[in-house]
């Protein structure tokens, strides 16, 4: 079974930090650039780091940029985001994602980071 599978969400208060982790079964993911996007209520959802398949060279949005790492673990078949100085503003459920060769998207059910005093 093909599957993406996130983990790590939890309740944190500002200024505090997260790995959330994203796990594969049935693929390899180290084959293909992986996504981390997040939607809060209402909201489209969007995307926020990117890791390339070849050189492992990663791409971050501005929201986030210095504050957000992606993690490719090889040995694992994980790829993580490690998030620091977290603001009430991050607020959203976290998703991962990837395109295969036949150009299917794939999603993970989401974990929630809540950022609160």
């Known amino acids: 079974q093909v599957q993406l599978v996130e983990s790590g969400g939890g309740s944190v208060q500002p200024g505090g930090s997260l790995r959330l982790s994203c796990a594969a079964t049935?693929?390899?993911?180290?084959?293909?650039?992986i996504g981390w996007f997040r939607q809060a209520p209402g909201k489209e959802r969007e995307e926020l780091a990117c890791?390339?398949?070849?050189?492992?060279?990663?791409s971050y949005a501005d929201a986030v940029k210095g504050r957000f790492t992606i993690i490719r673990d090889k040995a694992r078949n994980t790829v993580y985001l490690q998030m620091n100085s977290l603001k009430p503003e991050d607020t959203c459920i976290y998703y991962c994602?990837?395109?295969?060769?036949?150009?299917?998207?794939?999603w993970g059910e989401g974990t929630l980071v809540t950022v609160s005093s």
């Open positions: 049935g693929f390899t993911l180290d084959y293909y650039a």
């Open positions: 890791i390339s398949k070849s050189d492992g060279s990663a």
């Open positions: 994602h990837l395109i295969n060769a036949r150009g299917m998207s794939y």
